[in-house]
């Protein structure tokens, strides 16, 4: 666990401060990511050095994918055009996907998976049932606070791939002074004010993209949840309608400890990030 922390935080701690050193965090931080993983899920007679290698080149390129989908988030935010918005995804989810086959010590091209809400969808190319459903529960959580507290955006909805909400409580993020908030891959945006929703969105996608980026730490944690699996029916049934998406408590967490060490809001990792691509505070 210790390990996957600082590898997570190893990454922020690279400045983005042009495209040049954003592309390099991406890359390197998912290169280091997929070599690790393919290390983890070595078989025994595999050569250590040669499946570390495999797994950074193919971290590497799923980075670059991850990369240019947050440039073209930005390129929404400059026209405020939706039709960015889906390729943007695709590209995200193929990044991440790779990156989740290099550290699982597959091929780059074995298996891949899209979120949208709550849903998991996942498709294999060497296994039997090549397609596979499953429910996300911390997304369902974020998707479910969304409709308990707000005003469910369809259209945008529909345009972004992303679950977008308008928040009816005008008190909600007064608090803070931000304009919109992503919990998990669920966006809440602040109504009638005059803020422009777009740059909001594009804010938050990234903190999204945070949260999707994350993915990986299912296949660290392989071995375990097979270990589980075999040990208890229920874990065993449980894992048939839910894929546990970890990668929540694990960006949360990530959040939370700089807001316990009293990093200033916009210093805090995710929000430089965010704001590296939408330029601005949300
Ligand atoms: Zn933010």
């Not at 193919?58 to 939706?82: I, M, P």
């Not at 990156?99 to 891949?112: C, G, K, L, Q, V």
């Not at 804010?203 to 589980?228: D, G, M, W």
């Not at 694990?250 to 700089?258: A, D, H, S, T, V």
């Amino acid at each position: 666990m210790r390990i996957i922390i600082i590898l997570l935080i190893s990454g922020y701690l690279y400045p983005q401060r042009n495209d040049s050193q954003a592309a390099f965090y991406n890359i390197g931080s998912k290169a280091i990511i997929g070599g690790v993983g393919a290390l983890i899920n070595k078989k025994s007679d595999e050569k250590g050095s040669k499946v570390f290698l495999k797994g950074m080149y193919q971290g590497a390129l799923g980075g670059y994918l991850t990369f240019e989908s947050k440039r073209l988030v930005r390129q929404f935010h400059r026209t405020d055009n939706y039709a960015y918005l889906w390729p943007s995804k695709i590209l995200n989810s193929a990044g991440n996907s790779i990156i989740y086959n290099a550290a699982s010590n597959r091929n780059f091209w074995e298996r891949w998976h899209m979120d949208f809400g709550f849903n998991y969808l996942e498709y294999d190319f060497k296994r039997e049932k090549k397609l596979r459903y499953r429910i996300l529960p911390f997304a369902l959580y974020g998707n479910a606070y969304g409709f308990a507290t707000s005003k469910f955006h369809f259209k945008r909805t529909l345009y972004s791939g992303h679950f977008i909400f308008k928040s009816i409580n005008p008190q909600e993020f007064n608090e803070l002074e931000t304009y919109g908030s992503a919990l998990f891959n669920t966006i809440q945006f602040k109504r009638n004010i005059n803020i422009d929703i777009e740059a909001v969105i594009a804010h938050e996608i990234i903190h999204v993209y945070q949260y999707t980026s994350a993915f990986f730490i299912n296949a660290y944690l392989k071995e375990p949840i097979k270990r589980l699996e075999e040990n208890s029916n229920f874990f065993k049934q449980y894992n048939k309608v839910f894929y546990t998406d970890l990668n929540a408590p694990l960006n949360g967490g990530l959040y939370n400890i700089q807001t316990l060490f009293r990093v200033n809001y916009y210093d805090l990792l995710q929000e430089k990030e965010a704001d590296y691509y939408s330029s601005n505070h949300f």
